[in-house]
């Protein structure tokens, strides 16, 4: 997931532990806050692209 949002234009700004804090040019911070490796649901996913722009194709 992580990969996805970084090829769509995501940066890490800052990082604490396994929490990313995000940016992008024209969008608001975004923090993420899993696990590499981490099995993420439906339900998550669509609240990620919701904040993000992530679409389906983009993975």
């Not at 969008?27 to 669509?46: N, Q, R, V």
């Amino acid at each position: 997931m992580l990969a996805a949002l970084q090829r769509i234009g995501w940066s890490i700004k800052r990082q604490s532990g396994s929490h990313k804090l995000l940016a992008r040019s024209g969008w608001p911070d975004y923090e993420f806050a899993f696990h590499d490796g981490d099995e993420l649901g439906p339900k998550i996913l669509s609240r990620i692209a919701k904040h993000t722009g992530l679409r389906p194709t983009d993975l």
